[in-house]
């Protein structure tokens, strides 16, 4: 089976991949404009730099619920942490035409905030998310979860994107401090894999860690668990 004919399975819409929300459609055709169907690899280009910088990464939001990663509530929260905006990404580039599928990687995160290390009791983020765009015949990966003004606060150069060049983490920073690294690989996927991930959260955190998180979000209304924007970066 050529690379050509599974990409139809990239292109459906799903419960949570709701590309064919009106919101996302609305969106993915306002972002992409005449590239959309002329040439699909300037609008994923554009479509990624939109999530990157438009959607604010947050990693204290609700996780619990399949609905929390849908991409039409993602687009309307304006923020989300790497699952959701790669779901949005993806949705946004099946609401073009351009086959779209998420990967998903464990990753050790070498400058995380004290803050987030204390909360999340380990410096492995499971189920790290990503998209694959499917642009003149072969996969390309595109990064999207940290927005720019973000990445200047922990010395980190934002991951760019040109659609032909995979666009994943950084081994190092502008100050050759250690950033990223990819411990595990999970494949891709067509949907977010909801359940598998939050199996994956509660071997790796433990399941009365994340049990005490859904409980605070439940208590809160699904608020968010700390202010993310006002953590101190590592390095200053």
Known sequence: MNIESTAYAYLAPTAIIDSDHPSVQAHARAVAGADGSRDPVAAAVR?????????????????????????????????????????????????????????????????????????????????????????????????????????????????EFNGRDDSIFQSFNEDRCQFMEYVADHGVFADIPHERILTAMQATYGEARVRQWIDAFEQAGEMPARRFRTCAPILS
């Open 47 to 159: 479509l990624y730099y939109d999530v990157r910088d438009g959607i604010w990464y947050d990693p204290y939001l609700p996780f619990y619920k399949s609905e929390h990663f849908r991409a039409s509530t993602v687009l309307a929260k304006g923020r989300a942490f790497c699952i959701g905006k790669a779901g949005l990404l993806c949705a946004l580039g099946r609401a073009i035409g351009i086959p779209s599928r998420l990967g998903f990687a464990d990753v050790r995160n070498h400058l995380t905030t004290p803050q987030f290390l204390e909360y999340l009791g380990s410096d492995v983020f499971v189920f790290h998310g990503y998209t694959e765009f499917l642009l003149d015949g072969r996969w390309v990966k595109a990064t999207p979860a940290f927005n720019a003004e973000l990445c200047r606060r922990h010395r980190v150069a934002p991951l």
